[in-house]
């Protein structure tokens, strides 16, 4: 399998082992991290998190597993910027299918990357990107 990218949630189940996520999004990532290949977390992820842990959505717990994720050298988990490329990739995502601005950023990574998005969210799968759940 190549590199996926892996949406908010979808990596914060991933790591904590979660129910949440499904087998086959699961598998994805996993196959992935097997192959070498990287599991991409779009760098609004991050800003996401902050945002939902300061709301008491999520624990803190779950911002800090990711952020060391992302540190270790030779782990699968790649941050992906915000860079021209997804900016000009968000004009490609329809606005009245994935409205939230974030979700719009984390497609775009995708869609900017050439991989696939390991989501759940229904607005997103309902696009024409291509996704794992």
Known sequence: MAA????THAAVWYLTNSSRLSLVAGKALDEASAAG???IIPSICL???TYLVEKGRLPSEARKR???ALSQPNGPYELAPLDGRVAAAVEL????LVPDM??????ATALSSGAA???RDRKIC???LQTIW
């Open 102 to 107: 974030p979700d719009r950023i984390i497609a």
């Open 47 to 49: 800003v996401e998190l």
């Open 4 to 7: 996926v990218v892996a949406d």
């Open 126 to 128: 309902s696009s024409q």
């Open 93 to 96: 995502i329809d606005r009245n």
């Open 117 to 119: 998005l390991v989501s």
């Open 37 to 39: 290949d990287s599991i």
């Open 66 to 68: 990711l952020v060391d």
